[in-house]
């Protein structure tokens, strides 16, 4: 098993400008969700799911979209990146919410200009 | 607002030495989670408690839940160079987690 993916590992992107970070599982997770995290911030919920077409918005939603299309996919777009959406972008899944494990990709770390 | 807070930010020891970190927070968890993250990695699970007043250790690392759900501590034992990481809590609500600001531990040979 791969566990969880994320591609790309690294982007640099110029403000306005849109990307979809991809996240992947091969684990049969019904949960998935994407996390920012920022130095002296910890990660911060951007968005999450609990099953595929189900889509809910966590703690920092703003200027971001997801969609769950399928139980293994979970993509996170930039509509129009700003430098403040510069971060280190993590995706992960578990089984099912709540008090399960979660199981965290490599990351990928976005610089907007 | 960071939900959970965690102390200290920073800690620098001599291996052999004991360390407590602590995780605080005014609101109630169904369960709290202890994640290490090594640099250019994601966090990586070391344990969840979920009953105030749990206890659980796994090896030199000794994990408590406040008996209010509220606050957790982690308490390592003879610290060593391989313990060296970023040491993250989270708390979950429903199907949201909420994590700690984190303490980066650096336990020097």
């Known amino acids: 098993n791969a566990g969880v993916t994320q591609t790309p590992k690294f982007q640099v992107l110029k403000t306005g400008q849109s990307m979809t970070l991809q996240c992947a599982q091969d684990?049969?997770?019904?949960?998935m969700s994407w996390y920012r995290q920022d130095p002296g911030m910890g990660l911060r919920l951007i968005h999450y799911s609990v099953g595929a077409g189900i889509t809910d918005q966590g703690e920092v939603p703003n200027g971001y979209n997801v969609s769950r299309s399928t139980t293994e996919d979970f993509p996170l777009r930039l509509l129009s990146a700003a430098p403040s959406q510069t971060s280190v972008y993590f995706c992960?899944?578990?089984?099912?919410?709540?008090?399960?494990?979660?199981?965290f990709g490599p990351g990928t770390r976005l610089t907007v200009l | 607002t960071q939900l959970l807070e965690q102390s200290p930010q920073f800690l620098s020891i001599q291996e052999g030495e004991n360390l407590t970190v602590y995780c605080n927070s005014s609101s109630v968890f169904s369960s709290l989670q202890w994640y290490r993250q090594e640099p250019g990695e994601g966090p990586v699970l070391l344990v969840t408690?979920?009953?105030?007043?749990e206890v659980k250790k796994l090896k030199r690392l000794t994990f408590q839940f406040g008996d209010a759900r509220k606050d957790s501590s982690l308490h390592i034992t003879a610290a060593q160079p391989g313990d060296t990481g970023l040491y993250l809590c989270a708390g979950a609500t429903g199907n949201q987690f909420y994590f700690g600001t984190g303490t980066s531990l650096t336990v020097i040979p």
């Open positions: 992960a899944s578990s089984q099912t919410g709540g008090r399960n494990e979660q199981f």
């Open positions: 408690v979920v009953t105030g007043g």
């Open positions: 684990m049969n997770h019904e949960y």
